[in-house]
């Protein structure tokens, strides 16, 4: 059950880094939606590495080829499987790493799991190339929610320490759309210039860099979601913390509700049009685990990729001894900026798991 | 598959605040495990309300009944199912709750949820009572855990804003065995005393302020946990934002990581006493979703309690319109300190069910 | 996950039958359902022992408490959890079963899987008693599924090799009231006469008889079930097989399905007031795992009672030796009439489960 | 979770009898397992149409493309996917068949279930081709199974009414080896020489015959599978019953053991070489869903292949009225001889799972 993820909709990852290819089986489609693929491209294409000198210079085409469970355009019930061919490995930069496993990598844990017979090239199945994958499923989900009238988006949150503006209390399609049309995902273009220059700043020290994405989801119903451990925030959380370098998954206020007393952390009821609102929505659009109706609001927190060029101490496994390593090879100096339409496809697939379970009040 | 979670050990938690009684049937426990019910006892009484003004001044025995899954005193390989009959309910305090859903809390989402059908006495099957049976089984976890040589320890994080030392690097069970003593669960007494009177100010204020609990395990072994989705993060992450009030979970630095270089996340691999071990523990004990052997730490966030007594906007769900909540009834000015051994708790029983799995690496 | 089935229902069972207690947690039910408990105490009296001579003489009155998931009588979302306190218990009759398995029994399984540590009193969690917590969950079932149109009876099909009219392709609500109303649980009397007979005698001969279960549900929507592993067959199956001393699950036509051609097996489609039907119903309402929406037919078969009263060779465990073993005790002639509300709780409760996960189509 | 099985191993199966192609993703399998990838083929080869009279035309080679999951052909931990890409597809054939359900195939509830958006050619995603896939990953099981000292074999049991030799009580590898040599995969080759004239008899008459398949697992330890719904008939059963057109699931004497008394049913245990064994298995080697350490037995029941020359009166889909069909195609006139490694890959791929969940006893 290691690298699957849904109740209703089950989305199951698959392959390496330098494998043969990577793909994603999602099982559990509602039938007769229509996939219209240059939009799911269009959204691919926001998470393919090698555009700019912000990402690592691994070059990817990154076009899924569906093998099934589309008919005519359709879904047709049937589990849908897409996949990627690996095109651009240079497997040569990581012969080294077979005996000295990196630093903040799964490298080690791999090698224990496995007694040794990880496949270790470029991180193999633990590389953030996994969430191409991803990015199929989330693509997909984002069109069927759309139609229901939700609608997913992010921007990248904070990088290095910066912070862009946060979403306001109620986000709308359009923010996102307009984060969507620029080049780098913030809100406030003005931060995002600073935060490309501390990415860039990490690249030339051969180093990297953190950074998080907030993330909201519009339009969802009151009701979904079911107590304790299978709300709305654990479902999500189990799913955000299978992205590579996730460390942190917060709900609305997160870590901040901690600081506060309850006049800062409660949202007041109000009828508004003949419906239940909250005036703020500090809880994320969450209570109980269950949606509010108001946005659903999270955040997503990445550690700086751990691959750097910069030596390293680590161990050599074969001698079990100390040794330094100097990682060479293609790697991105921050992972969050192109984490943004990841988090949004996660969130999108799992909101969408929970619309199709269906059993939300109808008050 | 609500109220439940697991895979190896499966936890199923039942019961409302003002119901006949609240329990847990514990699935998958290892057979001829000894249960020492004074040890178990003890663990619970941390939990407790009624103990001191910090706390809600409803006053519970939670003794638990065992009905099932012992024999002579040990574990018998089938369900072990324990009860806590509750006893002193106010349940009147609640009456005017059914029509106004209390800002922060389910009300308004369980209603939804099921239909106006819910149990809303006291937060029904949402109380933070639930969280009794949980450190039942949580208790029974760490007993079982300890004779495999893995302690979970925990302590008062954060206040507040104002925050308790946090765990060195390399927590050691003396180190918990020093909190659990300890009449208020912090690591720093002066800090811990700070703590206490912005409890009871806001206490004093009818309010009620956040917090968080800082928890580590010392003594797994490398290698548990599965990739991606069934990760150890993912797996406590869907366990702890199981409790109430929790909106936030993070591992080792967490949201920290967010703003740094590599440098200070990265975890540099050394080999001491023919180990390989990291020399800091910024990871959290956790690489790739999979255990590395050291300590694993982890952070969970609290919202201030959200029942408080001073009046708050809300909504007549007969009436739908506006109006005003004063909440009467007992309630906790703060539940991060109450929440320590219930992150402990559930930390162990997860942990327990990964260590049952077995199939982590034999290097 | 042992004792426990169901996806958006799920019940988990625990106890065992010389225990303090044995119950059910039911986790998912709908909310706002009235349960009639005088009804579901007539149901749960139609399982129970001690009535006449054809079943043991274990004598419980197999009343339940419930004990969490019911205000003012109906269902409040919240898992309901109920229990029956055992009372009639006998454990001296046991002794010797500690250290001789008894053949055909989980004695010598449980003692395997548990290292020694089972409670094998009474079959301990193994005993046939364990299916009064199932008709608990089953009887509950019933009655929210009758108020969806839904109806599910069940007959004693065979006794010892003598058949009883199988249910007529077309079963009806009143068929099965009148079976409820019969002493002995059969169509034909006559033959109800001769298996009734085979039972006494096999009591008189200190030994039993096997025997099967017919059951039917009526009134179910086409469309249920998912494909491949997760269809209606599927999931009745893991279910049925989880009540002690079932051998054989089939559908429809059942294993008879191998010994004929086509046109013997096919079902003509026919439009009848407006409504797909099919003219017969030899695929028992079940086809691609997916129901019809003509009544779902199923059978069940059950070895004799292997605890008998003629000596009979087994081991010493601790002795590691051949011997011989006597079983004193109280015990039933045939396991399979008493089964017949068995089947109908267990088919009852995974049809809702499937009912409530609400994906089938609305053509 | 529909087109899945499996706990520790999960086995996902995708694709449509005329879509891009078919295949699986295994996710859990234990690292470092050299997989010889010719014996996989001569297993596929035993499944494969197009080979003699007895089956369907179609002629596939079902050589399977391996994505990921394989490192210098070992396992390597990461999920394995392989797919086999459709050829030989003559759509044309089933155009009739969108607006004419075949009677007794997956057809209606299809098109219900998936409301009119289903891939009906050639059966779509309930197609037996997709068994082809299963026996992927049974092929691969059955390796990891024969490296543990694990054998599972099969044979023709029943073809329309005429019963091969049954298994021997104690089955044994030599035995297998030899049916596997045999091109009609029967014990006793004069019943095998009937079987294939019923087979060519049905296809003569344009119609199709049920048979059923005799499987064996011989080396499991002791103590495998939990109890109650966890148990290994619960778990084999749901796998099962996921094969197209099975009917009927039974272990060691099935529905037999409903018409004998218990001396004719339960095994008694003896001492043997140290170990305790039974003296005969009519148990199928599982008591209260756990394994004894004897052979597993079991038998699985297919219907005759729906699909068949003769008309059939069935109904057309968009006039909603009665009409007749004429399947025209190319179909098998039985499954069950081609089925025989089908349920061999099922229940290897099921034992396994329950071998590497590794919780039985160690007695």
Redo the contacts between chains.
Sequence with gaps: ?????G??L?V?????SH?????V?I??L???EEIDLEELQRFLDRRRPGKNPLSTARNEGDVP?????L?DG????????A?IRNSDQHSGDYAELQDK?R????D????????????MRGG???SGR?TAPLCIAGGIAKQILARRGVYVGAHLQ????IADAPFPLMPTPELFEEVIRKPFPVLDDKTGETMQAIILN?KE?Q??????VECAAIGLP??L???????V???L???L??I?A??????????A???????S???????KD?K?V??TNR??G????????MPVVL?V??????S?G?P????S?SK???TTLTVHGRHDPCI?HRAVPVVEAVTATVLLDLL????????
Excluded at 74 to 81: D, E, R, S
Excluded at 286 to 291: C, E, H, S
């Design positions: 059950m290691s690298s699957e993820f109740k209703i089950k199951s990852v698959f392959g390496q494998g043969t290819a990577i793909g089986n099982d559990g509602p039938a007769g080829e569906i093998l099934s469970g008919l359709k879904t047709c019930g049937a589990p849908l499987c996949i496993p630093p903040g990598h799964a080690y844990t791999a090698w224990v799991k496995w007694r040794g017979q990880a496949d193999g199945h633990f996994l904070v990088v290095g320490g990490a020290g180093t990297s860099v953190g950074g998080s009151a009701g979601g079911d107590p304790m451990f299978d709300g925030e654990n479902r959380a189990v799913a913390f299978g590579p996730v460390k942190c998954v917060e709900f609305g206020m997160g870590f509700a901690s600081a506060v007393l309850a006049a952390s409660n949202d007041s009821f109000a009828v003949g239940i909250t005036e809880a994320g969450i209570l109980g685990g269950i949606t509010t109706g955040q927190a990445f550690k700086p990729t751990p750097i910069k390293q101490k680590t161990v496994l079990m001894e100390n969050a199709l379970e269906g059993n939300h009040g109808t008050f």
